[in-house]
């Protein structure tokens, strides 16, 4: 994995990108920190080429986003002309709102949607992924949890990952196993480190951090043609930017080449 492939997640910052102002102030920090690219999500209702403007100016790439989950279901070619405006070709589905994980029906039509959406996305030349939570691990009366049904019930053409390591292991998952099972289908990685508390909690926490083998992670994530590998912190125990500055020193001391 090379720095050049390491993007910062903007959810992280969320708080820090509400306006055109805030992103610009944001972007520039971002740059100073090391990052080169983001992926979009978060951000306050800037116009799409107010954002090209200002990462370009940092010299920072938009390597993906995240868009609301119902328009990519609903409303994908929406969805299909911001990334156009925005210059990138990758997005996610990022939480699965309003879904029964009890409900066959809900779950059926779910990846129904899945499989249209990624269609109409791979016709306009970009790609869709799926983020997961801990939810999809749930596995209602024994049978595959909902993760294994994405990958294993729409085609690798129209839907592909992009797992979060975080997440994976709250679900109960092996990290490094679902990054293997993923080779070829993952162009985009959250690298989020988990830990837990002194209460006994599962907590989010700064790469090299926590317990995650990052190392291992990366090197499969590589092996199966991940092209970004993106830090997020859901939330930080203090001022974010030195969260995300503490992973991106981490990251370039222990896992870049």
């Given amino acids: 994995m090379k720095l050049s492939q390491v993007a910062l997640q903007l959810y992280t910052l969320r708080d820090f990108c509400k306006t055109a102002a805030d992103v610009a102030a944001t972007a520039r920090k971002v740059r100073e920190i090391g990052y080169t690219a983001v992926q979009i999500s978060g951000v306050g209702p800037v116009p799409e080429a107010e954002l090209v403007a200002i990462f370009k100016g940092e010299g920072l790439t938009i390597c993906a986003t995240h868009e609301d989950a119902r328009r990519i279901l609903d409303e994908p070619d929406a969805m299909i002309e911001r ?76 839907i592909v990952a992009e797992l979060d390591t975080y997440w994976v292991q709250r679900g109960g998952g092996d990290v490094v196993d679902w990054v293997r099972r993923m080779k070829g289908r993952m162009p985009f990685i959250h690298l989020k480190d988990y830990k837990v508390n002194a209460a006994g909690e599962p907590t989010f926490c700064e790469i090299g951090a926590g317990t995650l083998p990052f190392a291992r992670i990366i090197s499969e994530a590589e092996a199966g043609g991940c092209e970004w590998f993106i830090v997020e912190q859901d939330t930080c125990p203090g001022d974010p930017f030195v969260s995300v500055r503490q992973s991106y020193d981490y990251i370039r001391a222990h896992l870049a080449t």
Avoid at 86 to 113: C, V
């Fill in 83 to 158: 990334l156009q405006k925005l210059g990138t070709t990758l997005t996610a589905y990022p939480y699965p709102a309003g879904i029964d994980f009890d409900n066959p029906a809900h779950l059926d039509e779910l990846l129904r949607k899945l499989e249209a959406a990624g269609a109409r996305f791979r016709a306009a030349g970009l790609t869709l992924g799926y983020h997961n939570h801990a939810n999809e691990f749930y596995r209602p009366a024994g049978g595959p949890c909902f993760l294994e049904r994405v990958y294993a019930e729409t085609s690798a053409e129209h």
